[in-house]
């Protein structure tokens, strides 16, 4: 329990930093064209967070593990 709490209190330090510096991320063109940018969160990065910085407020698509295939993960979602 102890560890997942870390794990979201990086992932929310993260989301408070992206939504002062929302051009952090980079674009994957390669897993979406969609206008949104990953960040990989720095202290387990095995995590990934998937956002629109052209949104106020900043909008997190989707909080994923890398292992996953980012690009089937997203073609799945509603946008």
Not at 5 to 25: F, H, K, Q, T
Not at 26 to 55: A, C, E, H, M
Not at 59 to 68: D, E, G, N, P
Request: proline share 6%.
């Amino acid at each position: 329990m102890e560890a997942a709490n870390r794990v979201d209190l990086e992932i929310i330090a993260s989301c408070r930093r992206l939504a002062e510096y929302p051009l952090m991320g980079v674009k994957r063109q390669d897993v979406t064209s969609r206008p949104v940018r990953f960040w990989t969160v720095q202290r387990f990065p095995n995590y990934v967070l998937v956002y629109r910085p052209d949104t106020i407020p900043l909008q997190i698509v989707a909080v994923l593990h890398s292992k996953r295939n980012l690009k089937a993960v997203l073609e799945r979602r509603s946008w």
